[in-house]
């Protein structure tokens, strides 16, 4: 860490003690630079460059919080800000009930020196000349428009992130993080002239793929060869028939499943378990089961699903999270038994006074805020679901015909407390006579446990597939993060299914 | 005018200086064209769990967003510290010079300066003060506490100044303030007894806290007092069901944004992704079914800008009338593309591959009061409250669906009877706004998502015949 921002970040504390916080951090967004750049039908359609830095301050006074931010990083600024702050703190004060208070940090969670967390990569995204990333576009946009007549909207985007970010406690936490996420997508949309039909295929998935790491996982992704493969797809579901309607086995693939996944875990996150998110996105069937943690049947044994924030290359992959915790990898649900929750140092006691006795100990390491002036929340790292031993391919043979198999996500809705659920996907295959046929249109619905209960098999690691979702909202005002997800496809018994349009 | 460095004469500097500083950089620089568009705002929010802050976010942010032109070349740029602008312009031009040609339209129209919103600053709201937020929530924790419910939610304040200048000579600038709250009352003991409510405007004066806290209580308390009962409770999933309902404008209000920004947008339409596309001119949805986009509209109590991001002037533009789709959303380079005129819908010069959107969705309303409609039910009749996480599940037909939440009842022979389970619905929209039967008085709705822009929509309350639900949830075990 520069000298500098070593410099500003202690005097942002000092200034928070002498003015009577009983805990503080700053963090400190020393350089955010991002680039986005979109080929729409041959034509560049968007090329953006952006850049932010600036700093917030949080303080606890009184049992109560306060914060400010700013993005002007000019130590002349530090004393304003952390003045507002406490301020804001005093205020709230007036109001508060319970005291907060911080779960304390593990032993082994040293302090007193600088941890420092670096994305590996190859190829540094920022190194990449327009014109290379260009014509990887291009290249899958001509694939597209090869395919087929009836595409008549290509779309490919290339985006990279560099986020170096820099975060202080009053408790002697030090860190500097710099983490690169990159992104490459397609999709084709095609028509039915005669009746306006339109379809959309979508390569790697359908929401704003990223991943950590530099270029090299671009070029891993092959998007010419692929383009061509979703063009061809886009334009066979104008002729498909409609997905048929009635209770069936459903295969899930990841690119799917991934999304489902999502939906579930903010549930098992414990600012909403603990009713702090309702102003957005809502809260959770598990509130009143709290005590019966460690016990429940979240799903069939086959269901084990992993709070991840160390996998290599999950976009919810770091060192630390935003208020000094460092990276874990923790069971959510551990052979169909709800297990943990994704929880933040203030989150620990208030789950545990729920619960009856000391069932969490520590922080999971889940706060994330998307920039400095972002009040940090409890975030999605890359959330897992544990792989089987059937391979894929043996799966697709042994189910019955009639089972229906889901791929990209279309559209997504889940209610407040994430149990009833209605999914979409832009292909879908039904098994008829052994061979399975495409789809368009189809959605699955229903209750999200009688889903994860009705889990038969998870296929195992050679169809494992792990994207980050680029556009997850919570908190308010609203923050847009990335998240890490990864399954491999799985089967699941008794579900609706249907279609829409 | 020279390069400043200082961030203390950033500080002392406008928006309206800042943009002339970074349009004088670009055009140092030798650019075709360069706009900007400058933001300024602070604000503070509380967000509140069980009576008390949990998360006080405030922060004071600005934002530049601007796209500059060479030859056939366009790029934008984003950034929120003023003092990056030239650095990000040299880069920027470094840039351009890799990128292929392309068709540009430049503006060549310098508008007049756009019409003021009335009423969009309040001095005493502008000062920001935590303690005015906390007086609110100090009042609703005291109503609501009496009879034995918890508030939870939000409240918001904050105070803005926005800029848009370009290199032909248009420019326009606005400041506003703004309030918003959504807040939630549970039952101490039951928290599946809920109620939503939401006021807002551009100062303290708009909150209607008497509406709100009579919301919050009343429907807890209907809640307490009927049966409970599911309407899925003795039929299997997959098993449509068709009923008339009352919808509150708290549930229409997201209905009706997906609508004007999925359904009005002259991209979707061009792409034929549209509900409208090769429809405009057609009666797609009921007679008596207006739509507007329009800034000036006083139930906006102030939320509004009166110009677009390429610093057009705001005035009306009608979306449907009478139920026929009169016009769909176009900034200048839609609108050259399809041979239209620009509607004044131009988002910010990063986001214009997006297409056009509206900004103030206006929705004409009835005279029904809600006992009105109630009264009105001979069938059996679902009143909802609010609708959770929408999706949009056909896009051509705009098929949505979504969950209930926060109040749903059951009306029987006009009286509210039962307390009903959260219900999903699935439903193509313009064909239930084909159905609707009684309409309350329009007004805003406004729970905003951040303090960047003051953007809000007026809608009422309506009642439709035949709406469509495919299950619904469990919130207990």
Redesign the interface.
Known sequence: MEPQWQTFLEESLWHAKKKGAEYADCRLLADRIEEHLKVENGAISALNSSQSAGFGVRVLVNGSWGFFASPLLEKEKISYVVERAIKSAQANSILQKEKVTLAARAEQWQTGYIAVYQTPMEIDPFSVSLDQKIVLLASADEAMRQVSEKIFWRACEYSAIRTRKLFASSEGVRTDQTIVETGAAAQAHAIKEASGDTQRRSYPDSHLYFMQGGHELVQKLDLAHHAAVIAKEAAELLDAPYAPAGRRGIIVLPSQLNLHGHETAHGLEADRVLGTEWTLAGGSFLTPLLPEIGKFIFGSEKITLMADSVTPTGVGTYGYDDEGTPAQKIPLVENGIWKGLLTSRETVPQLNKAIGYEYFRHSSGAMRGESYGSWPVIRMVNIILKPGKKDFEELKNSVADGTMMFGTNKSWSIDDVRRHFSFGSEIAWEKVNGKWEVRKNAKYYGDNLHFWRNCQEVCNEKSFFLQGVGSCGKADPLQTMHTGHGSSPAYFTDIQVGSVG | MRVLYS??L??TMDTQQIAQHILDIATKKKVDFCEVAVFKNE?????L??????????????GVDMAIVKGKR????????P??AER?IE??LE?LK???E?EITLPRQVFEKAQCVANSFDEETALLE??RL?EV??QL?SALEAKGLIL???I?AGRGEIYYMNSIGSAQSCVYTLVGS?F?S?DLKD?SISAYANTGGSSFESLDLERVSQELISKCELQRQLPKGDIFEKLR??NDLRMDVILEPYFLEPIFDWLGFFGFNGLMVE???SFI??KIGQELLGKNIDISDNPLDSRLQGIAVPFDFEGMPRSQVMLAQKGRIMNALYDSELARRLGKESTGNALPP?Q??EGAAPFNLVVEGGKSSLEEMIDSCQQPTLWITKL??????????A?M???A?HGVFLIEKGKVSQCME?V?F?EIIPEALKRVEMMGPSRLVF?????GMPSGTVVPAMKIKDFRF????????
Not at chain 2, 388 to 397: A, D
């Open positions: 961030p203390y950033w500080l604000f503070l929010l509380k967000r769990r069980r009576g008390q802050v949990d998360q006080p976010p405030a922060e004071e942010s600005w366009r790029k934008s740029i984003t950034f929120d510290n003092l990056l990000m880069k920027s840039y890799f990128l292929p392309h935590d303690s906390l929530v100090l924790n939870s939610g939000k918001t959504g939630f549970f928290a999933e997959g792409r034929g992704e596309s090769k990063s214009r591959a959770h996480y929408l999706g949009m599940k056909h896009f051509q037909t098929t669906t979504g969950i939440q959260n999903r699935e729970d905003p998502m951040s303090a495919v299950g619904s949830t469990k919130r207990t075990m």
